[in-house]
Nanobody, 130 residues
């Protein structure tokens, strides 16, 4: 059974930093095709992907809105994926979720940012004040 648990959210002022953590349990982290992504959803808005990583190769992807400010990384020994968020802006305020799935990149022509994930955590709130 796959279980994802996020932590690390909180309230910060604009320009500050937070590091989110996603603990992954179950078979999926060991899969050769495992992908872990961070999504966010602000009130009244659709959920959007912000960053993703193929845990096997360590290849990372970012949406333009966060590129250069956010960094996704992994600790294979701990089966954790992190999202380091720097230079936070009020528009980064949202509930942040991690998601996991197996994506065979020989068959999937998009990026892991575009994929419809099967497994989701409960989310952690990030609030950035101006």
């Amino acid at each position: 059974q796959v279980r994802l648990v996020e932590s690390g959210g909180g309230s910060v002022e604009a320009g500050g930093s937070l590091r989110l953590s996603c603990t992954v349990s179950g078979y999926i982290y060991s899969s050769a095709y495992a992908a872990i992504a961070w999504f966010r959803q602000a009130p009244g808005q659709q959920r959007e992907a912000v960053a993703a990583i193929y845990t096997g190769a360590g290849t990372t992807y970012y949406v333009p809105a966060v590129a250069g400010r956010f960094t996704i990384s992994q600790d294979n020994a701990k089966r954790m994926v992190y999202l380091q968020m720097n230079s936070l802006k009020p528009e980064d305020t949202a509930m942040y979720y991690c998601a996991a799935d197996q994506i065979d990149d020989r068959l999937w022509v998009g990026t892991p940012l575009d994929y419809t994930y099967t497994y989701w955590g409960q989310g952690t709130q990030v609030t950035v004040s101006s």
